[in-house]
T-cell receptor, first 117, second 114 residues
Framework: DQQVKQNSPSLSVQEGRISILNCDYTNSMFDYFLWYKKYPAEGPTFLISISSIKDKNEDGRFTVFLNKSAKHLSLHIVPSQPGDSAVYFCAASPPNAGGTSYGKLTFGQGTILTVHP | NAGVTQTPKFRVLKTGQSMTLLCAQDMNHEYMYWYRQDPGMGLRLIHYSVGEGTTAKGEVPDGYNVSRLKKQNFLLGLESAAPSQTSVYFC?????????????FGSGTQLSVL
């Protein structure tokens, strides 16, 4: 049972336009969400995160939105650049009370983003 | 600044062979993890460690063993490899302080079991 789902395997966007990557989750106990970016032949790198007490977090061109009632989060990249072409994974973490989550993450399947010049 | 280093980068095994994947981090991180990535499945946690001398099972631990004898190293062992263990393996680490979910990943090991 996939608790974190990215239903779009791929997304193609023109340079300068907005890229919107979506992620849905089923476990209401998740309380911290992250996006990782992965280039070919490299490991994933942390991009941006959001706590369940917020509905939006911005970092430069990247904004993550969280809709808890819909169990949905999205990553907006504005403006998109060719260097943003990569696989994007969303991930979720259970409550970190007492450190018991230990950083264990549940990942989505990933979305391949291609930004065309 | 090496970060998280995985060796080897590629390996081909025959069914039933054994091997050990090595992960080393130079960031003095307490927590270390082994994930596997399969097409259409995302990354799944195999085993993790919250400190030197400790290990725990993750989501898909069967067929794997791990050891954390030194804080900087986390070894993943396959005692009798099976074709279902063909995958890309990622090691990761995170510091004790702050959000532990912000993982630092190695570049991966591509393992094929024939």
């Amino acid at each position: 049972d996939q608790q974190v789902k990215q239903n779009s395997p791929s997304l193609s966007v023109q340079e300068g336009r907005i890229s919107i990557l979506n992620c849905d989750y089923t476990n209401s106990m998740f309380d911290y969400f992250l996006w990782y970016k992965k280039y070919p032949a490299e490991g994933p790198t942390f991009l941006i995160s959001i706590s369940s007490i917020k509905d939006k977090n911005e970092d430069g061109r990247f904004t993550v939105f969280l809709n808890k009632s819909a169990k949905h989060l999205s990553l907006h990249i504005v403006p998109s650049q060719p260097g943003d072409s990569a696989v994007y994974f969303c991930a979720a973490s259970p409550p970190n009370a007492g450190g018991t989550s230990y950083g264990k993450l549940t990942f989505g399947q990933g979305t391949i983003l291609t930004v065309h010049p | 600044n090496a970060g998280v280093t995985q060796t080897p980068k590629f390996r081909v095994l025959k069914t039933g062979q054994s091997m050990t994947l090595l992960c080393a981090q130079d960031m003095n991180h307490e927590y270390m993890y082994w994930y596997r990535q399969d097409p259409g499945m995302g990354l799944r946690l195999i085993h993790y460690s919250v400190g030197e001398g400790t290990t725990a099972k993750g989501e898909v631990p069967d067929g794997y063993n791990v050891s954390r004898l030194k804080k900087q190293n986390f070894l993943l062992g396959l005692e009798s490899a099976a074709p279902s263990q063909t995958s890309v393996y990622f090691c990761a680490s995170s510091p004790h302080r702050g959000r532990k979910e912000k993982l630092f990943f190695g570049s991966g090991t591509q393992l094929s079991v024939l």
